[in-house]
């Protein structure tokens, strides 16, 4: 129900920040690291335009509650430790 | 204290007597000296306040935004092609609701290159939510930042105002300005504390997503906070001639339009020439007035119509045009005088674009023209003025 004017702030406030909102949902393709072929250059980790790979050790983790599949990742990847799967089928 | 000083001093004196807390500022002709002067005030410590220099006049206006939801009171100046860069963060600052207070420097907008006064700038700016206050005098553009502070945060309005001199004209001439004590200045603006502010240990989100059942609302209350402004505006001006024993004249100053037959009606420096104007016509015995519209947004209606409503003629002078229909200003007062029970004729002229003179004798002309077809009824509805190439002569 649409609040009135007269009940809400000046402008929106939310409590939580964005990153409840579980981006990942609206992915079709997902990046699979090949953990034991990685270099640990951390190439991906840098290019990743959503902060959706994190470095454990210095290999990728990719965060799948945010990541889009945007492919990025894979196809700035030197060593190819990474490849593109359609959603389900990996 | 009584002071010689430039109206980009004023400014600066201005932003320093209201106590702003955070300046960020990019340099840019006509504006540079007011930056300069502010730069200096923080760093000898006579103002305390965190100078931002930063690298565009967008990141000037995000950075004042952030400060401002901080808590901060905050100021900023720019001007022509800088205050087009920030255009979609004044849209954020007045939809965020922050009362932040900049001073423009009116400037021509390119190309053709040009660093001289016109008002396109900041007519471009109309629909950005901002309170926008035509200046005349350099003493107006230090009363008017003062006031400004005073009514854009009180509690019912909560929008940003843009401070208007005239390139040059003001920002680069010297005229006596009193410059009132810190005390009293105190007196009348109180600290800046607005009830919603980011808290450190409390994680918010300003501005946030909101789906089309709940957007119109926040619009709404924007549109009532920029109609409480019109109040406001007057009884902060009372205020502040109780204290300071100066006014400016409302959001419509009326110079001998008592009486008055026609009525040229413009906004800026070029209105105290006019005043001059009018005092030899009627010296003459023609029945001739000024108004100076010194508040754009909220924009004037009812004083329009209720000077208006006595009046044969109405000339109006707008120094930058609104391509493909005419200048703002004649757009907005012809809107409001529609409503009239009886209406006067009324006629555009464009003039003083790009920094051109407008001279005492070209008003004269314009008075003489409007009397004129006062009386045969209207012709052309727009005429550029001082124009070369067309036929008629204006100098």
Same mark, same amino acid.
């Given at each position: 129900v649409t609040k009135s004017y007269e009940e809400i702030p000046l402008t929106p406030i939310s409590?939580?920040?964005?990153?409840?909102?579980?981006?990942?949902?609206?992915?079709?393709m997902m990046p699979v690291v090949d953990k034991g072929k990685?270099?640990?250059?951390t190439i991906c980790w840098k290019f990743c335009p959503d902060v959706a790979i994190k470095l454990v050790n210095g290999v990728p983790e990719v965060?799948?509650?945010?990541?889009?599949?945007?492919?990025i990742c894979a196809a700035e990847c030197p060593s190819k430790c990474i490849v593109m799967v359609k959603e389900g089928e990996q | 204290m009584r002071m010689v000083m430039t109206g980009n001093y004023a400014s600066a004196y201005g932003a320093k007597l209201a106590r702003a807390e955070v300046i960020a500022a990019y340099p840019i002709t006509p504006q540079t000296s007011i930056v300069e002067k502010l730069a200096e005030f923080v760093s000898t410590g006579e103002l305390k306040a965190k100078f931002i220099p930063v690298e565009s006049e967008h990141s000037a206006m995000a950075a004042c935004i952030a400060a401002q939801t901080a808590g901060a009171r905050t100021y900023t100046a720019t001007s022509s092609h800088g205050l087009t860069l920030m255009h979609e963060v004044l849209m954020w600052a007045s939809g965020a609701r922050l009362p932040i207070v900049m001073t423009n420097v009116s400037r021509a907008m390119a190309p053709p290159w040009s660093v001289w006064v016109d008002h396109m700038d900041s007519i471009a700016q109309r629909d950005t939510g901002w309170l926008q206050f035509f200046c005349q005098s350099n003493q107006e553009v230090l009363d008017t930042i003062i006031m400004a502070y005073k009514v854009c945060e009180s509690a019912g309005v909560m929008l940003p105002a843009m401070i208007i001199e005239d390139a040059f004209?003001?920002?680069?001439t010297s005229e006596p300005v009193d410059v009132p004590d810190q005390e009293l200045v105190d007196s009348f603006l109180p600290a800046y504390s607005p009830d919603l502010k980011i808290e450190v240990g409390k994680a918010r989100g300003f501005g946030s997503l909101v789906k089309p059942d709940q957007y119109m609302e926040f619009r709404y209350k924007a549109m009532l906070a920029m109609k409480e402004a019109h109040d406001r505006i007057l009884r902060v001006e009372q205020e502040f001639k109780h204290v300071f024993?100066?006014?400016?004249?409302?959001?419509l100053e009326r110079y001998?339009?008592?009486?008055?037959?026609t009525v040229l009606v413009t906004a800026g420096s070029v209105a105290a020439t006019a005043k001059d104007v009018v005092d030899a016509l009627r010296a003459n015995g023609q029945r001739v007035g000024l108004a100076r519209? *010194?508040? $754009?947004?909220? $924009?004037?209606h009812d004083e329009i119509r209720s000077l208006a409503s006595k009046l044969e003629g109405i000339a109006v002078l707008d120094r930058s045009y609104t391509f493909g229909a005419a200048g703002a200003m004649f757009t907005e007062v012809k809107a409001s005088v529609y409503s009239c029970q009886r209406r006067p004729v009324m006629k555009n002229y464009i003039a003083g674009?790009?920094? *051109?003179d407008i001279t005492p004798k070209i008003l004269e002309r314009i008075f003489e023209d409007i009397q004129v077809i006062a009386k045969r009824g209207a012709e052309d509805e727009v005429e550029w003025v001082d124009v070369a190439g067309l036929p008629r002569r204006w100098r």
């Amino acid at each position: 129900v649409t609040k009135s004017y007269e009940e809400i702030p000046l402008t929106p406030i939310s409590d939580t920040p964005s990153t409840v909102n579980i981006t990942g949902l609206w992915r079709v393709m997902m990046p699979v690291v090949d953990k034991g072929k990685c270099k640990k250059c951390t190439i991906c980790w840098k290019f990743c335009p959503d902060v959706a790979i994190k470095l454990v050790n210095g290999v990728p983790e990719v965060d799948y509650q945010y990541c889009k599949g945007c492919g990025i990742c894979a196809a700035e990847c030197p060593s190819k430790c990474i490849v593109m799967v359609k959603e389900g089928e990996q | 204290m009584r002071m010689v000083m430039t109206g980009n001093y004023a400014s600066a004196y201005g932003a320093k007597l209201a106590r702003a807390e955070v300046i960020a500022a990019y340099p840019i002709t006509p504006q540079t000296s007011i930056v300069e002067k502010l730069a200096e005030f923080v760093s000898t410590g006579e103002l305390k306040a965190k100078f931002i220099p930063v690298e565009s006049e967008h990141s000037a206006m995000a950075a004042c935004i952030a400060a401002q939801t901080a808590g901060a009171r905050t100021y900023t100046a720019t001007s022509s092609h800088g205050l087009t860069l920030m255009h979609e963060v004044l849209m954020w600052a007045s939809g965020a609701r922050l009362p932040i207070v900049m001073t423009n420097v009116s400037r021509a907008m390119a190309p053709p290159w040009s660093v001289w006064v016109d008002h396109m700038d900041s007519i471009a700016q109309r629909d950005t939510g901002w309170l926008q206050f035509f200046c005349q005098s350099n003493q107006e553009v230090l009363d008017t930042i003062i006031m400004a502070y005073k009514v854009c945060e009180s509690a019912g309005v909560m929008l940003p105002a843009m401070i208007i001199e005239d390139a040059f004209i003001m920002s680069h001439t010297s005229e006596p300005v009193d410059v009132p004590d810190q005390e009293l200045v105190d007196s009348f603006l109180p600290a800046y504390s607005p009830d919603l502010k980011i808290e450190v240990g409390k994680a918010r989100g300003f501005g946030s997503l909101v789906k089309p059942d709940q957007y119109m609302e926040f619009r709404y209350k924007a549109m009532l906070a920029m109609k409480e402004a019109h109040d406001r505006i007057l009884r902060v001006e009372q205020e502040f001639k109780h204290v300071f024993g100066r006014e400016h004249g409302g959001l419509l100053e009326r110079y001998r339009c008592e009486d008055a037959e026609t009525v040229l009606v413009t906004a800026g420096s070029v209105a105290a020439t006019a005043k001059d104007v009018v005092d030899a016509l009627r010296a003459n015995g023609q029945r001739v007035g000024l108004a100076r519209i *010194r508040a $754009f947004r909220p $924009f004037p209606h009812d004083e329009i119509r209720s000077l208006a409503s006595k009046l044969e003629g109405i000339a109006v002078l707008d120094r930058s045009y609104t391509f493909g229909a005419a200048g703002a200003m004649f757009t907005e007062v012809k809107a409001s005088v529609y409503s009239c029970q009886r209406r006067p004729v009324m006629k555009n002229y464009i003039a003083g674009l790009g920094g *051109r003179d407008i001279t005492p004798k070209i008003l004269e002309r314009i008075f003489e023209d409007i009397q004129v077809i006062a009386k045969r009824g209207a012709e052309d509805e727009v005429e550029w003025v001082d124009v070369a190439g067309l036929p008629r002569r204006w100098r």
